[in-house]
């Protein structure tokens, strides 16, 4: 499985951005699938998870309530809608895939991973 992150790029603060994470080689329909982020001279973090069936979500208590994960089988992939950003959200997000579909919340579990997409919030 390749996991190809898009949508990061620069926004002001109180912006929005989608980030998206689009499968390949093989449907990801049953996979857990997450979003991390690592910000500059920080270890990687968790964002947001959602299970294979999509009926349970996860998120940091630091985007609870901004950021909203979502997925679409049929296209392979995983969003990440992110309002209100500020500053502190600045980092490369990463998503991942977890072939056990529960989405974990941390990144042991995890099989794949993105090469990431950066995301820079100006204030």
């Known amino acids: 499985v390749q996991l190809q992150a898009s949508g990061g790029g620069l926004v002001q603060a109180g912006g929005s951005l989608r980030l998206s994470c689009t499968a390949s080689?093989?449907?990801?329909?049953?996979?857990?699938l997450g979003w991390f982020r690592r910000a500059p001279g920080k270890e990687r973090e968790f964002v947001s998870a959602?299970?294979?069936?999509?009926?349970?979500?996860s998120y940091a208590d630091s985007v609870k309530g901004r950021f909203t994960i979502s997925r679409d089988n049929a296209k392979n992939t995983v969003y990440l809608q992110m309002n209100s950003l500020n500053p502190e959200d600045t980092a490369v997000y990463y998503c991942?895939?977890?072939?056990?579909?529960?989405?974990?919340?941390?990144?042991?579990?995890?099989?794949?991973w993105g090469q990431g997409t950066e995301v820079t919030v100006s204030s």
């Open positions: 080689g093989r449907t990801i329909s049953r996979y857990g």
């Open positions: 991942a895939a977890d072939v056990h579909g529960a989405g974990a919340t941390s990144p042991g579990p995890y099989d794949y």
């Open positions: 959602i299970s294979w069936t999509g009926t349970s979500t």
